[in-house]
């Protein structure tokens, strides 16, 4: 069965990227994110953001930063449906990819409300495979951007996802989850939080 997201894209067709931000602020004010993402990236650092969908971030990050070189990958076939025709044509966008695929060299690695859609059995795995692969691509910084369990808005969201987006397996992915996975896998990084709007979170990884 289509899922109800996917339905409403193909009805509202040109008018779906208007629609898909009025109904993003319930969740999320993204300028406050890219408040985090904009300090934390350094000057034309060369950036990878995994499981970046429609790229409604990386349009608004591209907007401030026009120095960021982006790379975009997620296992959707079909990505970056937000971005503007100007910053589309900056990103390289790589559909029905995994992050291990990736070659290159990034400076920085970004993952925005990504991981609560992973099995939970399968974090830890993807915690570790991340660890190897930013050691390959010579990243020194990771930017992670997630919903803590706590309060309607984080329980809306959950719904959401399981009934409009199709993904009934989603399972909030708290702060304390990611610390204990940065500690098993990004022991020498330095790391640091920001709340761009509860219950939305940023966790910062350097070394």
Known sequence: MTPPGQIARQLLGRHFVSAGNVYRRIFVDLEKVVDVFERELPRNARVLDIGGGDGALVERLLNRRPDLQVSMCDLAPNIGAFL?????AKVQLHPATEFGQMTGVYDAVTIADVIHHVPVA??????????????????????LKDVEPSGWRSRLAVWTD??????????PFSRACFAN?????FARACRH???????????VLSW
């Not at 993807?126 to 990243?139: M, N």
């Not at 996975?181 to 896998?185: F, G, I, L």
């Not at 939080?193 to 966790?203: D, K, L, Q, R």
């Open 193 to 203: 939080s920001a709340v761009p709007g509860w219950p939305n979170y940023c966790e």
């Open 162 to 171: 399981r009934y409009i987006t199709g993904d009934r397996h989603v399972v």
């Open 122 to 143: 399968q974090r830890d795995p993807f915690f570790a495979d991340l660890a190897k692969a930013c050691e390959r691509w010579g990243a020194r910084k990771l930017i």
């Open 84 to 88: 503007s025709e100007p910053n589309r």
């Open 181 to 185: 996975h940065a500690r098993s896998h």
